[in-house]
C-alpha cells in the first residue's frame, strides 16, 4: 500500500518507519517491537507452549514485561524449556540452584509456583489438558479498544479462569495475570482498533 494510502494512526499508536502502526510500548523498543509483531496474541495451544506463558506471566507480576522478555532465554533455560515433566521433578536443590540463577526472577514464591503447576499441568491430562482448559474460557466477543486506558485488565471470563484453575491445583493465577495470559494466548485480541496486527490471529475479526 502507498505511504499516502495509509490512514493515520490514532493518538494512541504510532507509525514507523515501515509504515505500520503500533502502541506506543511496542513502537521504540527493538525486543518489544519483535514480540509485539510476531508473538504477542497469535494463538498458542500446546501444553508446553501455554505453561509456559502462565509460568512467565506469574513471575512478570509486579514487575515490567520488557524485563520478563528480555531474561526468557534464561527462564527456559533453568526451566528445561519449561517442559511439566522435568519441572515437576525439581527437587530442593533444584530450587536452590533457581535462586542462585542471576538470569531469572529470583523469587522463591514464584519459582515454587511454577513446580507445582507442573504439576498441577500433568495431572490434567486425564481431563482434557491445560490448553484445552484455559481455551474453553475464550468469551464470545473481544474487546475493542481505541486506547490503552480502554484496554481491560481482567474479564468475567479471567476471573473464571482463575477460579478453576485454583481448584485444580495451580498457583499464581490470579485474575489480572490470566488476563494478560488470555491476550499473550490470543484468547482475546486486545490490539488497538488501527494497529496492524488488529486481527492477525486469525481468532476474531477485525
Given at each position: 500500500?502507498?505511504?499516502?494510502?495509509?490512514?493515520?494512526?490514532?493518538?494512541?499508536?504510532?507509525?514507523?518507519?515501515?509504515?505500520?502502526?503500533?502502541?506506543?510500548?511496542?513502537?521504540?523498543?527493538?525486543?518489544?517491537?519483535?514480540?509485539?509483531?510476531?508473538?504477542?496474541?497469535?494463538?498458542?495451544?500446546?501444553?508446553?507452549?501455554?505453561?509456559?506463558?502462565?509460568?512467565?506471566?506469574?513471575?512478570?507480576?509486579?514487575?515490567?514485561?520488557?524485563?520478563?522478555?528480555?531474561?526468557?532465554?534464561?527462564?527456559?533455560?533453568?526451566?528445561?524449556?519449561?517442559?511439566?515433566?522435568?519441572?515437576?521433578?525439581?527437587?530442593?536443590?533444584?530450587?536452590?540452584?533457581?535462586?542462585?540463577?542471576?538470569?531469572?526472577?529470583?523469587?522463591?514464591?514464584?519459582?515454587?509456583?511454577?513446580?507445582?503447576?507442573?504439576?498441577?499441568?500433568?495431572?490434567?491430562?486425564?481431563?482434557?489438558?491445560?490448553?484445552?482448559?484455559?481455551?474453553?474460557?475464550?468469551?464470545?466477543?473481544?474487546?475493542?479498544?481505541?486506547?490503552?486506558?480502554?484496554?481491560?485488565?481482567?474479564?468475567?471470563?479471567?476471573?473464571a479462569l482463575s477460579k478453576e484453575l485454583r481448584k485444580r491445583g495451580f498457583a499464581f493465577v490470579g485474575p489480572t495475570t490470566m488476563y494478560?495470559?488470555?491476550?499473550?494466548?490470543?484468547?482475546?485480541?486486545?490490539?488497538?482498533?488501527?494497529?496492524?496486527?488488529?486481527?492477525?490471529?486469525?481468532?476474531?475479526?477485525?
Open positions: 500500500m502507498p505511504v499516502d494510502d495509509v490512514p493515520a494512526p490514532s493518538a494512541a499508536l504510532v507509525l514507523g518507519d515501515d509504515g505500520l502502526a503500533r502502541p506506543v510500548w511496542a513502537s521504540s523498543d527493538a525486543l518489544l517491537r519483535d514480540y509485539y509483531d510476531t508473538e504477542w496474541g497469535m494463538p498458542v495451544r500446546d501444553e508446553r507452549g501455554v505453561f509456559e506463558r502462565l509460568s512467565l506471566e506469574a513471575f512478570q507480576s509486579g514487575l515490567s514485561w520488557r524485563t520478563i522478555l528480555a531474561k526468557r532465554p534464561a527462564f527456559r533455560r533453568a526451566f528445561a524449556d519449561f517442559d511439566p515433566d522435568t519441572v515437576a521433578g525439581f527437587d530442593e536443590s533444584d530450587v536452590e540452584r533457581l535462586m542462585a540463577d542471576a538470569g531469572i526472577v529470583r523469587n522463591r514464591a514464584k519459582i515454587l509456583a511454577t513446580i507445582t503447576n507442573a504439576h498441577a499441568t500433568i495431572a490434567l491430562r486425564s481431563d482434557g489438558g491445560l490448553a484445552d482448559l484455559v481455551w474453553s474460557f475464550q468469551p464470545s466477543a473481544t474487546p475493542e479498544p481505541t486506547s490503552l486506558a480502554e484496554v481491560p485488565t481482567k474479564s468475567d471470563e479471567s476471573t494478560a495470559l488470555m491476550e499473550a494466548l490470543g484468547i482475546v485480541d486486545t490490539h488497538l482498533l488501527g494497529s496492524h496486527r488488529r486481527g492477525s490471529s486469525g481468532v476474531w475479526g477485525r
